[in-house]
């Protein structure tokens, strides 16, 4: 996201601090609790967190959001961030590619991700904006080729496109270029929001157009209404709650898997172990984070980002034997709205 590299360092610096998350929307996990079962007979060797994506085997179902690439920086936090993620043997996003795609010499801040992580699944990055722009596979080529990547995520930030400095908020195009590339390309195409949400309207037309995923990035995390705000020290926005929060776009989006074969991500203030069980029990096939994981590869480098997860994972566990619930989609039917429990 974002045309320079100043941005993305800017961005990077800003979505760290609490004034970046969204203030009064949340991502509306709250709002349910698990049926606890008594007689659960399962043991912790019997839970099984792991899952296929895009037919490859990963350890637990849980991706490390799309952040970063382009400045001197982000190849430090992109080499940790991938070592994190090789170690726990889960997938990981890269950061925007449009910088490298207008200088090569930026090259390295992304390449070093497959260079730390050669076993696990590496997706690429690049704003609708672009995308629709480009006129053949040649950008999306490279863009995969320097990462050797698994799968291409489009992230759509419509509303960021509005409200940035010299943004572009124009995706004329969008779905038939989705359409024509998701056929030529010989790796899955991804749609992902950045943090306002996909609608079950919108990941129709995206799957039937050709989209192998989505990834609902919903509100009630990293508000980029806010971000872009604070970075132009403008006064805030009427849009800075802008967005669908994360539970319902998962819900709503998860009815579409009788229609499509797709994988469904959720994304979007997921920062607790009780939110990322709830998102897999509303029907996501794995769950994603940025900032909080941001946060932890900052502060603490790879180990930080390992024991994160590694944690979440705990939880996980604990949540899925208190549920009888050997595997994650097994968490599907142990979901009550908590006024349901009066
Ligand atoms: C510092 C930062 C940079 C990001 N850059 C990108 C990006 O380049 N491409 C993209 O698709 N999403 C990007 N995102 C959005 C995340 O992938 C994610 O969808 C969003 O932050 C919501 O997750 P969260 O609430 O856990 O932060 C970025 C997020 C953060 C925090």
Redesign the pocket.
Known sequence: ?GNSKDRKEN??RI?LSEESQFKEKTAGFERYDFLHYAASELREEDVILKTDFFGREISSPFLI????GGYGDAFNINSMLAEAAEELNIPI?V??QRVMLEEDSLIPTFSIVRKKAPNIPVIA?IGAAEFVKFENLDPLNKMIDVIEADAV?V?LNLLQEMLQMGGNPDFKGLIQKIRKFSNELDVPLIV????FGISKEAAKNLLEAGAKGI?V?GAG??SWSRIEQIRTEKDPSPFSEWGLPTSYCVRTVAELKKDFDFVLIA?????DSFSYAKSLALGANITS????I?KSVVERGSEGVIELVQNLNKDLVKIMILTNSKKTNELKEKLILKEELF
């Open positions: 996201m961005h990077v979505s959001a799309s952040m970063t996003g950061g925007s990055n995520f992230h992902k929001e950045v943090g990834d990035a995390g990293t994304s979007g203030g997921i920062n984070a940025a900032r909080s941001l």
